[in-house]
Every structure is written in structure tokens, then in C-alpha cells.
């Protein structure tokens, strides 16, 4: 190649695989404290799925729902504090106006969900009366289990057993059972968990497998706090890490795809790329998965240790997604829209939910909707809107189709979640379709290079959930200078654990590099 | 209060068993090889990362326009599926200059998947410098990389109507050569018509294709060939469902050929909309004058799907405003980082050509697919300086603009610029 051949040095302290969410604020942080940083992304663009992509007079968001807003409250740690504050980034967010809209068909449940605790229990207990009672000790539950999170956050480096089973009791003595078990404990009426769950599809796991602490973190950060959204599309997030790294004196390089992570006597020594160009670290930060690190990344092979192949092999890989995104030739006003966040299903019982995202063709899975306009009216021109269908899959499901069979396979999906949205809500959207774009594991396989196109990281499951991966990182450091961020580590997946898993990392790795001096 | 779900004790030491079952998890464990996961081999088939191709056979279908049918190099390979009116980026070197240029697929997506072909149809006169260039040296043998088929100029059934009308002019009847047989095939509840405006007979490309389409769909396929001069039309056939016009494609024209509404039975169907979805592709003047004509419809944006690979008319008062008799000078930051100032590129950009072309002409090899704005594919950080982009092709995302990135392809410098461009990782020459 002639042109633009990249003559950089080739030597970093840290370099970053991947500028995901998490190598993102990895780069950004390490570059911030004076580590010389190399960000290497395959695609020509930041942020992994946090990006967006325009069609005709619409820009789409293609991931992002909401994250929990925090800067509401004083104490309160989280993304979106740690991106105005801590990190100082040029964001402008958004506000969500209601928690969301859940319904569910075949048991005759529509009603709005708000956002603050209180008013979210006494919308519970108009429509599942006596439901207050439970209800409000299992929010002050989640509320607990969410501060000794905070606790955790604080405690990472001197954290021990005693000290968290005499102050966080119950966090511990829910921390090995499922959300399910734990609402059964506390006598949660059917009625008020159909009303309360729809939350699972953002960690993806079926309520009697995944893991409550987790569950309880999330419900609480969501209804106590409320929610945002960055006002340019999640792209705006990205962008701005971007700029930070390289006013930082952090590289980024786009188009420059990792195909081996080079390694010699148990340490990772570099990387090198599709071009064949070869830089060497002291540290490496992946943001590509373990599974893809172990399993096909690092060469020589025979440098795995055979331990690190059995984790990627036991643990279960999160699900993918099937979005259909929508500019729609008429206002949310014309068409009927009067909520950003609907959740709608036949019922909610997770385990069937789930079990239905294993097959292309099963009628009655469930979808989130987002109508962007409602929280972010200027997101597209006026008389004008923008819709987006989730619906999640496993990606097995889409194991066998044929590059042949594959835009009618999407096309049939994308129908039926069309015709499911308008059903639910009596709207009537598929006239007014300008644009149209529906992305699949496919997709995101395309664009992020994740693993099987998968979303989700590992699955959060009691035996796999935060914090058992907190406690486990000593033994499950297979390589000394290598460290993980994004939706595949510690923190479990979605936007604000990717983003601060980005951080964990590069404290993790300068410690590692302090004690090498 | 103190929860407790299967008595305080049980709870805690199953709390500490969590780690033993992780443990005992990882100790079972069947050790297998996880990649190239299925998705992710989908990926690769579906949207290469380039495609190294040869040319098999060189077909003349006008006096100014051949057919080009491309076959993977290595016989091994399979050519990527995609959706029919999608184009791929060929990416050359002429006369020492690296280039690349959109064009439409011509040939069908079953075509691809059954025999691994593509044709992309090439007319000279409309890209001075390219076309003329691939007729003298393109002929069977070449070797050419091209990119992914990628555009979204596609009949897309969730979105357009079930009778399509296709304003075609000159060279713009390559995707619709695509879109027509693909369709007609596969979506046997969809009509289209085709309204294709070219010179004189002497001009029909694929005209003989067309007609035997047409004799092969008469119900569901009406030809119109719209001739601006009024020679020799006699010669070329015309029956039911093929007729001839002279002049231009004028709203009058394309009135002509809409159905009204609710079909011969009269019956309501409340499925068809009043108004069909219109495909335009053709020159830059022909989109200029139909665009008017169709001002007449009141079509709304989601009825109209335009192709335009590149050409787009800038303002003439916008460009080269203020113009530096030795153009603006462009400095290009070879990365990303900040560190390597020292090996910058200094060019010097003429202000009536895009900052991609004034890149291309200074022998670099900058990313570039759709060269209209559109797809992103150049997208690039200006670090300083000042940049004119024509409304119709700005696509760059609200975050870009707000943190200084922009498209090349579709951007003229308004002053000198300082710009970082990502590299181009398609291997373009070997």
C-alpha cells in the first residue's frame, strides 16, 4: 500500500483493542494519566454498537435506550456522572420522560410505568391492589443491594468478606439466588412481576436464572434516578471520548483491524494487524472478548493456558438483537406515539419469553420499542419520527441462514414486529415508512466484530454475575498485562458498565505497571 | 429490615458457594474450538472486506457503453449475495492516480449466488476521466478489487408500493436492470413501470433484454422508451406493454403511465396507495428536469428513492467562492494522533473539486465508496479550516458536526484545510 502507510512508533505502553464503549474510556483514561495510548478499531468509526448511522433525512440510534441519569442525586455514583464530571466529556443528554409502557396482550395489561419509587409502587398497587406492601420492601431492597454496589465501587482494592457480611447482610444473602427466587421470597404477586420485569431483556437473562444483585442494581438505578440519552445519538459519546483521547496525546486508528495478539513467556507483548504491521505494549486492554482473545486472537495458541479456554467454554454467551429502524413520514403526534419506552409481549413470563429467541419464526416473542421524538423532539425533522423495534435473538437462531436467504429472513422478522407494534398499540405505522433499515446478529458481527454478533456479554447468572467475577479476577488473570473491558467483562454488560469497565481496567493495569517499576 | 430467603445461614454459604460452583463450572468444561462463529462467517460472506476480481467477458451494448462481467479471481471464492440496484466501489489506478468509482450491479443477485458473477455497465461521456480510461485498458483478463456491494437503492417491500414506476436515463438504466429481473421474479404481487429516456434507439442499453422482460411479465411489467430525438423510433418494436414516446420524461409522460386508482375491476383496494413509489437513476440533468417534473405529484420523500453515484450539482456561487488563483492548500495528518505532525502530506486543492478528488489526485489512497455523501465510508476529522458541503449531500452525522468530522467526497475546501483522513484498508494495489 502507498498512501496513507502509517509509519507510527511502534512502541506504547498501553494499547487498546478495540474502541468500543469500554476501549473508549480505556484509552481515554490511560491516555489522561500520561500512558502512551494506541486505540486500534477495525471499523472507520467509535463507539462498537455505540455509534449511529443515517438514512435519508433520519439519523438512527442504534443501540442505546436509556441510561440511568445521576445527576439527580447527590450521592449517587454512575456513567453519567463519571462522563460529565469525572471525565469532563462535551455531552449534551436528554431526559426520559416515563420509565415505560408495558403491554402485554394476552393478559390484557397496558399501563404506564414512572419513573421515581414512589410513584412507580403506587402505580403497582392501582393495578395489582395490596401489592404495596411486598412491593415497596422489595424496591427498598433493590435500593440496598444497589448501595452496597456503591460500597463495592469504593472498596475495590481492601475489599473483604467479614467486613461486607456484617454491613451488607442482605446483599450477601441474596447474592446467590435468582430474581425470581428472590421475589417468591418475598411474596411479589404475579400480577406486580409483570409489571416490574420487563427490565430482563436489557441483561437478557430469564428472571429465574439471572442473578438478583444485578437485577436489583438495575431496577433501582432506572426507577430511583430516571433515565437519559445523549441528545446526538450514542455517536455523540463516542465522539467524544474520541476527542478527549487525542487532546490527550492518545492515537486512535480506524480501518486497522487486530488479527493477532502477540504474546512470549506468559505476557502479551504486542499486536499486529491485518496490514501486518506489528506495535508492541507493555499493556494490553481488550476490548474484544475473552472468547474471541482465547479462542482465536492470541498466537502463539499454545500460550492459552488451558484454564482460560474452559472459562470461555463454560460460561453462557449473552443474545443478540433484531432492530428494525423506522423515519416515519408523520409526527409521534399524527401517529399516536405518546411514550419513548414500550415494552410488549404476550405476557411476561422471561422463561418463555426467552426460550422463544432460540427460533426465527416463533410469533409472540418480546420487543422494546423506543420512539426517539418523545424524549429528543428535534432527533428528526418536524412531522417526522423515528421508531425502533428490538426484539432479542439468540444467535444460533440464525446459525443456518444462507447470505441467499438472508434479507428475507430479516424482512419477514421485521414484519411481524411491525405488525405486533401496531396490534399492541392501535397505531398504524407501516404507511408511513420513509426509511427502513433492520440489522441482525449479521449486523453487529459486520460492524463491532463481536463474537457470533452477540450484544449481551457472559450471562449474568448468581455463579457468574459481578460480583463472583469481582472476587474471581485474581484467578482468572491468565495473563499478567492483559486486561478486559467492555459488555464481556466484570461488570456484565450495557452502556454504563462498559463505559466504567473501560476505567477498572486501566486502574488495574497501572498498578500492574507500578509494581513493574 | 433483613431478608433472608432460605434461612440467614444457608443464604450466606450459598452466597460463598457461588464461587465453587464458578469453579466447578470451569472444571467440567468441554474444551471446543468457538470460532469463526456462524454470524460471524455470515458477516464475511455478506459484506467483504474487499473482493478481488477478473474480468471474463466484455460485452459492447452501445457504441458508448460496455458490460463488464466479473468473476472472483481465485475460483474458490464466492461473490458476496446482495440486494439487486446495490453498486460496488471498483477501485483502479489511473495514470498514476488512485481512484474509485461506484457502480451499479447490472446483473442479479441470483446470478452472483448461482454462477459468481457480477456485470457492471460502464458508458463513456458521463465520467470524463474513468470511463473513457476502463474502455481503452479494461478486457478480459483484468484484474480489478472491488469492494462490498453496498446502497440502498433497493425495492424494499415493507416500504415501497406494490406498482413501481422507474424514471431511467442513459447509464441509469443499470440497477433497474437488476431490480427489474430480480423483482418481476421474486415478488410476483409487484408491477412496474419503466419509463426510460435515452437519445435515439442507437442509445438503448439492455434494449433487446427489456423487451424479451416484457414479453416474459406482460401483465406486471410495462416498457416505456422515451426518446429525446425524434429518429428512427419506427425500428424499434412497440406493442402491448411496449411503447415508445419522444421528448423528455415530463410529469405529462408519467402521467400517462400511473394507473388510477383501484384497478380495471373498480373494486377498492385500500392496500394500494394513491401514489406509487418512484426509482429515479440517471445523469445529473435528468435529475434536475424529472425532479421538477415530479414536483407536480406532491410525492412524499418515502415515494421517492433516488440513485445518484456521485453526481450531484454544487452551487456554482458556492464553489470556489473566494478563489485562490493556486487553490486552497490542503495539509493531510497521516493518523489519528496528534505526535506525527512531522509526517504530514501538503497538497494544494482546486476550490471547484471535492476534498476527496484533490486527495485522489495527490496520489493518495483515501477510503471511498459511495463518493455522494452519503454512505461515510470517507469520513474524515477537519482539524482547521473551512468547508462547503451541498445541502442534498450532506450526510454527515449531528455528532460529527458538532466535533469537526466530514465527508471528503462530498465536501469543497473554502479555505486552506487541515484535515486527519483514516486509512483505506482495502488493498488497492498489488
Redesign the interface.
Known amino acids: 500500500m502507498q498512501g496513507y502507510n502509517y509509519t507510527m512508533d511502534n512502541k506504547y505502553d498501553i494499547i487498546v483493542l478495540g474502541a468500543g464503549l469500554g476501549g473508549l474510556c480505556a484509552a481515554f483514561e490511560a491516555s489522561k494519566r500520561g500512558q502512551k495510548v494506541l486505540l486500534l478499531e477495525r471499523h472507520n468509526l467509535p463507539g462498537g454498537f455505540a455509534t449511529s448511522f443515517v438514512r435519508g433525512r433520519f439519523e438512527f440510534e442504534p443501540s442505546l435506550h436509556e441510561m440511568p441519569d445521576v445527576s439527580s442525586i447527590e450521592e449517587a455514583s454512575g456513567v453519567v456522572r463519571y462522563l460529565k464530571d469525572e471525565a469532563g466529556l462535551d455531552i449534551d443528554f436528554v431526559s426520559i420522560p416515563d420509565a415505560y409502557r408495558v403491554i402485554l396482550t394476552d393478559k390484557n395489561v397496558d399501563v404506564r410505568m414512572p419513573f421515581n419509587v414512589p410513584a412507580f409502587i403506587d402505580a403497582v398497587e392501582r393495578e395489582v391492589p395490596g401489592s404495596r406492601g411486598p412491593v415497596t420492601a422489595y424496591m427498598d431492597l433493590c435500593e440496598e443491594i444497589q448501595d452496597t454496589f456503591r460500597y463495592l465501587n469504593e472498596h475495590e482494592k481492601d475489599l473483604h468478606y467479614g467486613d461486607l457480611l456484617k454491613k451488607h447482610g442482605n446483599f450477601i444473602r441474596t447474592g446467590a439466588y435468582s430474581a425470581e427466587q428472590v421475589a417468591d421470597s418475598l411474596k411479589i404477586p404475579r400480577e406486580a412481576r409483570d409489571l416490574i420485569y420487563p427490565y430482563w431483556c436489557y441483561l437478557g437473562v430469564p428472571m429465574d436464572r439471572m442473578s438478583f444483585s444485578i437485577w436489583a442494581a438495575l431496577l433501582n438505578s432506572y426507577i430511583s434516578w430516571g433515565a437519559v440519552i445523549p441528545k446526538r445519538r450514542s455517536h455523540e459519546i463516542s465522539s467524544a471520548f474520541i476527542r478527549g483521547i487525542q487532546e490527550n496525546g492518545g492515537e486512535v486508528c480506524f480501518n486497522t483491524r487486530v488479527d493477532q495478539v502477540l504474546t512470549a513467556d506468559g505476557r502479551i507483548t504486542g499486536v499486529e494487524t491485518e496490514a501486518g504491521e506489528r506495535f508492541s505494549c507493555r499493556a494490553l486492554v481488550s476490548n474484544a472478548s475473552p472468547t474471541l482473545l482465547f479462542d482465536s486472537l492470541i498466537s502463539p495458541k499454545t500460550e492459552v493456558p488451558a484454564a482460560a479456554r474452559q472459562n470461555i467454554s463454560s460460561r453462557k454467551h449473552g443474545f443478540s438483537l433484531v432492530v428494525v429502524y423506522l423515519g416515519l413520514d408523520a409526527g409521534p403526534d399524527e401517529l399516536g406515539l405518546e411514550d419513548y419506552s414500550y415494552f410488549i409481549a404476550p405476557h411476561m413470563y422471561t422463561d418463555q419469553l426467552y426460550q422463544k429467541i432460540h427460533e426465527l419464526d416463533n410469533e409472540g416473542i418480546m420487543q422494546a420499542a423506543v420512539c426517539l421524538n418523545i424524549a429528543n423532539p428535534d432527533c428528526s425533522p418536524p412531522g417526522t419520527s423515528i421508531l425502533a423495534l428490538t426484539a432479542g435473538f439468540r444467535s444460533e437462531a440464525w446459525a443456518g441462514v444462507t447470505p441467499q436467504e438472508y434479507f428475507n429472513v430479516k424482512g419477514s422478522i421485521a414484519y411481524r414486529l411491525i405488525t405486533q407494534f401496531e396490534q399492541a398499540t392501535g397505531t398504524g405505522i407501516r404507511q408511513h415508512i420513509e426509511e427502513i433499515e433492520i440489522a441482525t446478529p449479521q449486523t453487529f458481527a459486520r460492524y463491532t466484530g463481536a463474537y457470533d454478533g452477540i450484544v449481551y456479554g457472559y450471562e449474568p447468572e448468581p455463579w457468574d454475575s459481578i460480583v463472583p467475577r469481582a472476587l474471581s479476577a485474581g484467578n482468572e488473570t491468565y495473563f499478567a498485562n492483559l486486561q478486559f473491558c467492555g459488555g464481556f467483562s466484570f461488570r456484565c454488560h450495557g452502556y454504563g458498565s462498559s463505559i466504567l469497565s473501560g476505567k477498572t481496567a486501566v486502574d488495574k493495569t497501572l498498578e500492574f505497571l507500578e509494581a513493574q517499576a | 429490615?433483613?431478608?433472608?430467603?432460605k434461612g440467614?445461614l444457608r443464604?450466606?454459604i450459598?452466597?460463598?458457594?457461588?464461587?465453587k460452583?464458578?469453579n466447578r463450572?470451569?472444571?467440567?468444561?468441554?474444551?471446543?474450538?468457538?470460532?469463526?462463529?456462524?454470524?460471524?462467517l455470515?458477516?464475511a460472506?455478506?459484506?467483504p472486506r474487499e473482493q478481488r476480481m477478473r474480468i471474463t467477458a466484455v460485452k459492447q451494448d452501445t457504441p458508448s457503453t460496455r458490460t463488464y462481467r466479473l468473476e472472483p479471481e481465485d475460483e474458490k471464492d464466492s461473490l458476496?449475495?446482495f440486494?439487486a440496484g446495490q453498486y460496488i466501489t471498483i477501485e483502479e489506478t489511473v495514470e498514476g492516480t488512485?481512484v474509485s468509482r461506484p457502480f451499479s450491479i447490472s446483473s442479479t443477485?441470483d446470478e452472483a449466488?448461482q454462477n459468481n458473477f457480477y456485470e457492471v455497465t460502464i458508458k463513456t461521456g458521463e465520467d470524463g476521466f474513468f470511463a473513457p480510461w476502463s474502455q481503452r485498458e479494461w478486457q478480459v483478463g483484468t484484474r480489478l478489487t472491488c469492494s462490498e456491494p453496498s446502497g440502498?437503492f433497493y425495492y424494499?417491500?415493507?416500504?415501497d408500493t406494490r406498482h413501481v414506476v422507474c424514471l431511467a436515463g442513459g447509464s441509469g438504466i443499470t440497477p433497474f436492470r437488476s431490480i427489474l429481473r430480480d423483482s418481476l421474479h421474486h415478488y410476483p404481487d409487484v408491477r412496474f413501470t419503466l419509463l426510460y429516456g435515452v437519445t435515439g434507439p442507437n442509445e438503448l442499453i439492455f434494449g433487446n433484454e427489456l423487451s424479451a422482460l416484457q414479453e416474459s411479465y406482460p401483465d406486471r411489467f410495462s416498457l416505456v422508451r422515451v426518446f429525446s430525438e425524434e429518429t428512427e423510433q419506427d425500428r424499434v418494436h412497440s406493442g402491448a406493454g411496449q411503447q415508445n414516446e419522444t421528448g423528455f420524461i415530463t410529469a405529462e409522460l408519467i402521467r400517462k403511465y400511473i394507473p388510477k386508482r383501484g384497478g380495471k375491476s373498480g373494486a377498492k383496494t385500500n392496500e394500494e396507495?394513491a401514489l406509487p413509489s418512484v426509482f429515479i437513476c440517471g445523469p445529473p440533468a435528468m435529475y434536475d428536469f424529472v425532479s421538477c417534473e415530479l414536483e407536480a405529484f406532491s410525492l412524499?420523500?418515502?415515494r421517492l428513492r433516488e440513485e445518484n453515484y456521485g453526481h450531484f450539482a454544487a452551487d456554482p456561487a458556492q464553489v470556489g467562492r473566494d478563489n485562490k488563483p493556486m487553490g486552497w492548500v490542503i495539509t493531510v495528518k497521516?493518523?489519528?494522533?496528534?505526535?506525527?505532525a512531522g509526517?504530514k502530506k501538503v497538497l494544494t486543492a482546486d476550490p471547484s473539486e471535492t476534498v476527496l478528488t484533490a486527495l485522489e489526485r495527490a496520489?493518495?489512497?483515501?477510503?471511498a465508496f459511495c463518493r455522494s455523501g452519503?454512505c461515510?465510508?470517507c469520513?474524515s476529522r477537519l482539524v482547521s479550516g473551512e468547508i462547503y458541503v451541498p445541502e442534498e449531500n450532506d450526510?454527515?452525522?449531528?455528532?460529527?458536526l458538532?466535533?469537526g468530522?466530514f465527508h471528503p467526497c462530498s465536501s469543497y475546501p473554502r479555505s486552506d484545510l487541515v484535515i486527519e483522513?483514516?486509512?483505506?484498508?482495502i488493498?488497492?494495489?498489488r
Do not use: Y
Open positions: 429490615m433483613k431478608v433472608t430467603i440467614p443464604d450466606t450459598a452466597f460463598v458457594r457461588t464461587l460452583k464458578r463450572v470451569f472444571k467440567k468444561a468441554i474444551l471446543k474450538s468457538l470460532s469463526p462463529a456462524p454470524m460471524n455470515l458477516a460472506a455478506l459484506h458476496a449475495f440486494r488512485p443477485p449466488a440502498t424494499e417491500p415493507l416500504r396507495p412524499p420523500p418515502r497521516k493518523d489519528h494522533g496528534s505526535r506525527h509526517q496520489g493518495l489512497n483515501p477510503p452519503e461515510g465510508w469520513r450526510g454527515r452525522r449531528q455528532a460529527d458538532k466535533f468530522w483522513v483514516p486509512r483505506n484498508p488493498g488497492r494495489r
